[in-house]
């Protein structure tokens, strides 16, 4: 039900910054978390950041903690990804997607996935 919309990605140097867009279109985003994971070519899709919808509570890989913040805007319909201080290690195809289940970081339990974008770390 609904589709969501990624944007934002594109080509930067190692410790630059870029900000992520997550656009719903026919779907709410109130009564779910809201996550973003990444793929490279030939590994599987893993989780980066969430943010619980209803309480804003947000939580994050690792590798991302204290470089990267995710945040909502519910009059826009919209969950950004903030990423700085970008390494080489952060080049992947970024996606969104919506679960009904708080705190999860398998791709397996969210749905509505977006097409993706691009983001690219240079050295």
């Known amino acids: 039900q609904g589709q969501l919309v990624e944007s934002g990605g594109g080509l930067v140097q190692a410790g630059g910054s870029l900000r992520l867009a997550c656009a719903a279109s026919g779907l709410t985003f109130s009564s779910y978390t809201v996550a973003w994971f990444r793929q490279t070519p030939g590994k599987e899709r893993v989780f980066v950041a969430a943010v619980i919808w209803t309480s804003g509570f947000t939580y994050y890989e690792d590798s991302v903690k204290g470089r990267f913040t995710i945040s909502r805007d519910n009059a826009k319909k919209t969950v950004y990804l903030q990423m700085n201080n970008l390494k080489p290690e952060d080049t992947a195809a970024y996606y969104c997607?919506?679960?009904?289940?708080?705190?999860?970081?398998?791709?397996?339990?969210?749905?509505?996935w977006g097409q993706g974008t691009q983001v690219t770390v240079s050295s």
């Open positions: 997607a919506a679960s009904l289940l708080a705190y999860s970081k398998s791709a397996d339990d969210f749905g509505s």
